[in-house]
Nanobody
């Protein structure tokens, strides 16, 4: 399974950031996988932003919920992150990922995209 992020590398303050993750080699409707976004600001720990499961149910980090929306396009096997009202503090490397749970054991692992740098600046 391969994941590839796409979207603008530079966003102006107060605008909406939109990133798309294209998944190949696997389906985003697979029951055992939850697809989502994690970001890492410079010099800080990674931050889980949110996810969408096989049924389309979404989950969000409470601290970002008011500004975050995750959606999907099953026909394109893609899922998208939108983050509104961005500010310089949203500058980070954004990673899409798929968290796999093995039903028989409960073991988990993640597929990762390579990450994309997003800078918020005027």
């Amino acid at each position: 399974v391969q994941l590839q992020e796409s979207g603008p590398g530079l966003v102006k303050p107060s605008e909406t950031l939109s990133l798309t993750c294209t998944v190949s080699g696997g389906s985003i409707t697979t029951n055992s996988v939850v697809w989502g976004w994690i970001r890492q600001p410079p010099g800080k720990e990674p931050e889980w932003m949110g996810a969408i499961d096989a049924s389309g149910t979404t989950y969000y980090n409470p601290s970002l919920k008011s500004r975050t929306s995750i959606s999907r396009d099953t026909s394109k096997n893609q899922f998208t992150l939108q983050l509104s009202s961005v500010a310089p503090r949203d500058t980070a490397v954004y990673y899409c990922n798929g968290k796999v749970t093995i039903p028989s054991s409960g073991a988990q692992f993640r597929y990762w995209g390579q990450g994309t740098q997003v800078t918020v600046s005027s």
